[in-house]
């Protein structure tokens, strides 16, 4: 049990068996309120005190059944008090009221549903970049290893709505469902949807027929692991130097050839030049594989004189040096030289 919990429930029975020890010694002996408190309270605590009044049998025989099982409490309370103060939960408490302070400045983030294989390579990928991201993870173990490696998250189940309202859905860009099972995947999608009509949904896809699924659930992109992964395998038996080229320019290790996109601002240099007038080709040495226009056209292997809007996503192909300063030359923050 939570420790927040435990220790709820430990003081809510004391005050219960309190309350109890009152009204029944009102009961029996006919005391006042008062008295009957002082009577109970006395008896749990075993301070040993002289009773108030004398006892009848009857209340001789109920402060037994008083001390026998609310000793026990006393003793479950103060363990609860313990535990919560000396094994650090006072700590955990206090990190967890910063995280919520933290996660509740994030905008444009994103929501990664599921800490597993797949949730753990993306979250490791955002890092990276870095991208602003939020876990959401039930599983108590895998939490404590989120917190050691510095992650924001909620702990709780990415189909309740209070969860996703907690880690920010509707501020957030984009979410990502990657738990194993596909119907847990299509009830955040529709939960998810509901909650932020114009997110960004990426779902993961298990089973066959699991894509449609997912798609008629409100999910802007389904991907299949198996289905990327089988197709991989036989690529890299069918196509192996093209698999090798593929693997050269995505893997973030690679320094020396990468694959990017970056989108071009409108206060950018750019705007409105065509690829040989912007320079990109023959001052940065990059190649531009394909543009991804603002009306969602892809355009793969554009001509030379394609004109590059406001909006744009370019699909380029360099080494890293050159792709950092075409990003600044993209976001307005530097010119071609």
């Not at 749990?44 to 059944?65: C, M, N, R, W, Y």
């Not at 990415?158 to 194993?180: C, P, Y």
């Not at 080709?281 to 406001?310: C, S, W, Y």
Request: hydrophobic share 45%; aromatic share 6%.
């Amino acid at each position: 049990m939570d420790p927040v919990r435990n220790l709820r429930l430990s003081l809510t029975i004391l005050a219960t068996v309190i309350v109890a020890g009152m009204i029944g010694y009102s009961l029996i002996e006919g005391w006042p309120l008062f008295d009957s408190l002082y009577m109970t309270v006395i008896t749990l605590a075993t301070v040993g005190f002289k009773e108030v009044h004398d006892l009848s049998p009857q209340g001789k025989a109920f402060t037994i059944v008083l001390i026998i099982f609310g000793v026990g409490v006393i003793t479950y309370a103060a363990g609860s008090v313990i535990q919560f103060m000396v094994e650090g939960q006072l700590r955990q408490v206090v990190g967890r009221r910063k995280m919520e302070k933290q996660i509740a400045k994030l905008r444009d983030h994103y929501i990664i549903c599921g800490f597993g294989r797949i949730g753990q390579m993306i979250c490791k990928e955002f890092q990276a970049r870095p991208v602003s991201f939020v876990v959401v993870e039930k599983s108590p173990h895998l939490c404590e290893r989120l917190e050691r490696e510095g992650c924001l998250f909620v702990q709780g189940n990415a189909t309740d709505d209070e969860s996703l309202l907690s880690a920010g859905i509707e501020r957030a860009r984009g979410l990502i469902t990657a738990v194993t099972s596909d119907t847990d995947n299509v009830y955040i999608t529709l939960t998810a949807r509901g909650l932020n009509p114009n997110l960004f949904i990426l779902a993961r896809a298990g089973e066959e027929g699991a894509e449609v699924k997912l798609m008629r659930a409100g999910a802007s992109k389904v991907i299949s692991p198996y289905t990327i992964g089988a197709t991989r395998m036989a690529h890299a038996i069918l196509r192996p130097s093209v698999v090798d080229f593929i693997d050269l320019a995505t893997t973030r290790e690679n320094l020396a050839l990468q694959i990017e996109e970056i989108e071009v601002s409108p206060r950018s240099v750019l705007v409105g030049k065509n690829l040989i007038s912007s320079g990109i080709r023959q001052t940065m040495g990059i190649i531009i594989v394909a543009i991804k226009q603002p009306d969602g056209h892809m355009l793969f292997n554009p001509a030379p004189d394609t004109e590059i809007a406001a909006g744009s996503v370019l699909i380029i192909l360099g080494e890293r040096p050159a792709i950092t300063q075409l990003e600044q030359v993209a976001q307005g923050n530097a010119v071609v030289n």
